[in-house]
């Protein structure tokens, strides 16, 4: 379920502010996880009193992630399909532990998110090309004393960095929005 409002990809993850991190899943291989050369390529994030999860998913053309907002109910089904731990060379789901980098998200309550689509038209080495309007470049979620970064880790996985100045490949070919409120002062309206 990919909630697109108002003509802009990612409105609906407004609907996460103020939400409280409660568990995450990944999904990677099944060998050793922590010292194989593939990042994991799924999340699962549940939040505290919410009845939806978010799924970011990467490794599916080396440039964007996508994401959507699903029922909680679903969330059993989507962990039971990606769990395999008994065939070798596929993949499992595992719980984030809170000494990871993504773990440190895990009962923070997220301020603001902001994330990256791509501009309409944009031009690499002199070729023009058309940005892709129905997946994003990264995802921030901004907490007290967090800003953590999800973004495709270049057909290996996802990336996630805690640095909140992290350097995004091609940042000049996308736009960056963010959920926080819009008051009638930021928006360059007359009081």
């Known amino acids: 379920m990919n909630f ?12 996460l502010n103020e939400k409280t991190v409660d568990k995450i ?3 990677d291989f099944n060998n050793d996880r922590h010292e194989d050369i593939y990042l994991p390529w799924l999340f699962f994030i549940t939040f505290l009193d919410f009845d939806k999860f978010l799924e970011i998913e990467g490794d599916f053309d080396g440039e964007h992630i996508r994401i959507n907002l699903n029922d909680i109910s ?25 000494d990871e980098i993504l773990g440190k998200l895990l009962k923070q309550k997220i301020n603001f998110i902001e994330y990256g689509i791509d501009k309409d038209e944009f031009e690499i080495n002199g070729t023009l090309i058309k940005g ?10 901004n907490c007290n004393k967090l800003n953590l970064t999800i973004f495709e880790g270049g057909a290996t996985g996802l990336g996630v960095s805690d640095d909140k100045d992290v350097k995004l490949n091609f940042d000049e070919t996308f736009d960056i929005y963010d959920t926080k409120e819009k008051t009638t002062a930021n928006r360059g309206l007359a009081l």
């Open 4 to 15: 697109q409002l108002n003509n802009n990809l990612g409105n609906w993850l407004t609907q």
């Open 25 to 27: 899943y990944q999904v």
């Open 74 to 98: 679903e969330l059993i089904l989507k962990l039971k399909e990606n769990d395999m731990p008994n065939e070798p060379d596929l993949w499992r789901v595992y719980n984030t532990d809170q």
């Open 132 to 141: 892709e309007k129905d997946v994003f470049k990264f995802i921030r979620l």
